[in-house]
């Protein structure tokens, strides 16, 4: 009874994790109506918002944690890495190709799930047997598929693809090494003290950049509309989110967890269908089958302690 009682706890991390994933993939479709801001404007609010909504619901646990330096480092890093810079160059890079969906930037991204399992292999000693490796890359290229109709990159993006690309790539490093530093500091910090100490730094790094670029007369241009679609941001694709994402984070390996996160172009490609009436060929179909039978199969091994 008691075995069955740790197993069924074993699974809390993962489904976390896809629920994260899913708030996710309808992060786009809102954030469209967010587009004329400078993204350093977007970040901002965002974070400042979460920030707000938040406090309240953590306070106690906020006033009760004490860190070490190393600790403090980790949260400035987690920060500045996922806060800001993951998010402002993946932002710039949609805005180099004018937000053509399914781009080259895509494809980078996807690079994510490799910078999170290299620095989980370093820094935090995660091993993995064959099994894991067989249905990562079976999710990797599953996930590829399912991005990209007939397995084809639109590469024809406008003139500022490579830049694009370089921006893409940044984010991906930044993103999945965040995810390594961030189960760190969660090894010792409750979910929702992180997240809210994560927001603060965002907030108050990016408050300077934002103003020492020129971008501050942005802070006075956010219509009421704006408003609310940061705040709608904020209680689901936002801080919810990655509360809930590092509830599960704190219960999983990060090498099980980045690819858990696939989940996300698996319902991004549904939520287009539905709203903007894409279509999807034979093979993402396939591919998109294959793609959740592989997440169940990893979701699995974090049952068996692997």
């Known amino acids: 009874m008691l075995e069955k009682i740790k197993e069924?706890?074993?699974?809390?991390?993962?489904?976390?994790?896809?629920i994260a994933a899913l708030l996710w993939a309808f992060d786009g479709v809102i954030r469209r109506n967010l587009y004329s801001l400078p993204p350093i404007t977007i970040i901002f609010f965002e974070h400042l918002i979460g920030l707000v909504i938040l406090f309240p619901f953590v306070a106690k646990y906020v006033f009760k944690t004490h860190f070490t330096k190393h600790e403090w480092f980790l949260i400035i890093l987690i920060s500045v890495l996922s806060g800001l810079l993951g998010t402002l160059w993946f932002t710039t890079a949609l805005l180099?190709?004018?937000f053509i969906s399914f781009s080259v930037v895509f494809l980078l991204q996807k690079l994510q799930p490799i910078f999170a399992i290299g620095t989980a292999s370093i820094f935090l000693k995660e091993k993995f047997d064959k099994r894991y490796i067989v249905w990562a890359v079976v999710a990797l290229l599953s996930a590829y598929f399912v991005t990209f109709k007939d397995g084809l990159v639109d590469f024809k993006t406008g003139e500022g693809t490579i830049i694009a690309a370089l921006y893409a790539f940044g984010a991906a490093v930044a993103w999945g090494s965040s995810t390594t530093f961030s189960k760190m500091l969660l090894n010792k910090v409750r979910a929702e003290v992180s997240t809210f100490y994560r927001f603060l730094f965002t907030v108050l790094i990016a408050l300077p950049i934002l103003?020492?670029?020129?971008?501050?007369?942005?802070?006075?241009?956010?219509?009421?509309?704006?408003?609310?679609?940061?705040?709608?941001?904020?209680?689901?694709?936002?801080?919810?989110?990655?509360?809930?994402?590092?509830?599960?984070?704190?219960?999983?390996?990060?090498?099980?967890?980045?690819?858990?996160?696939?989940?996300?172009?698996?319902?991004a490609i549904f939520v287009d269908m539905k709203l903007y009436h894409t279509r999807l060929s034979v093979m993402q179909w396939i591919a998109s089958l294959v793609l959740v039978f592989s997440i169940y199969k990893i979701a699995q091994l974090r049952g068996a302690n692997v």
Request: aromatic share 14%.
């Open 96 to 98: 180099k190709v004018h």
């Open 211 to 267: 103003l020492i670029f020129g971008y501050g007369s942005s802070l006075n241009t956010i219509t009421l509309v704006q408003a609310g679609y940061f705040i709608l941001i904020a209680v689901s694709t936002g801080m919810v989110a990655l509360l809930i994402y590092y509830k599960g984070l704190a219960k999983t390996p990060v090498h099980i967890s980045t690819i858990l996160e696939l989940t996300f172009p698996f319902i």
């Open 8 to 18: 069924k706890k074993s699974y809390w991390g993962p489904i976390l994790i896809i």
